[in-house]
């Protein structure tokens, strides 16, 4: 038949997440229940939740372990797995609106994954540089600007540490 084509079946691999490579996730469990100290979200199950996604049965139950979150750490430690620096001349008239869109980023990632946030946001000069917990974060927000506004946006990873770099930028 012309035109027609044989294909096989989509075969998608997903990346692996190595956690071995992140010093800040506990080597042992909390216990059944723990909670950051910090800002509040529930470690249960080997995961770690917000509180308005957690189980209801979890919310019942008290925290048995007070401690401080991957994040919380890094945020205080200022240890950045993600780096996202964004420039050129499409930034002067669109800094307010690019930066509400990180932000929202922010949130929509946080909901799925509450360790994936924003540790630091600069502005310098005609140049915005934000520094996340996770690679994929960075990522993300990446993708995100190139979708909404277009530019150039350019990924380099390390082969050897849990750490992206992002370059995104539009002229005009």
Excluded at 68 to 81: D, G, H, S, Y
Excluded at 140 to 160: C, N, P, T
């Amino acid at each position: 038949m012309k035109g027609s084509r044989i294909r096989g079946p989509k075969i998608v691999k997903k990346k692996a997440i190595d956690t071995e490579k992140d010093p800040y996730l506990p080597e042992e469990s909390p216990g059944d229940v723990g909670e950051c100290k910090k800002c509040g979200i529930i470690y249960t199950g080997k995961h770690w939740a917000l509180k308005s996604n957690a189980p209801e049965d979890v919310l019942l139950k008290e925290p048995k372990v007070k401690l401080v979150c991957p994040a919380c750490r890094k945020i205080m430690e200022n240890f950045a797995e993600g780096y996202v620096t964004i420039h050129g001349d499409f930034l002067k008239g669109h800094k307010d609106e690019i930066l509400n869109l990180i932000r929202n980023k922010e949130k929509i990632a946080m909901d799925s994954n509450p360790l994936e946030r924003i540790i630091e946001i600069k502005d310098r000069a005609g140049t915005i540089e934000v520094t996340t917990t996770t690679e994929k974060l960075a990522q993300r927000i990446g993708q995100m600007l190139h979708k909404a506004f277009h530019g150039e946006v350019e990924y380099k990873w390390s082969d050897d540490v849990k750490l992206a770099r992002v370059v995104w930028s539009r002229q005009g």
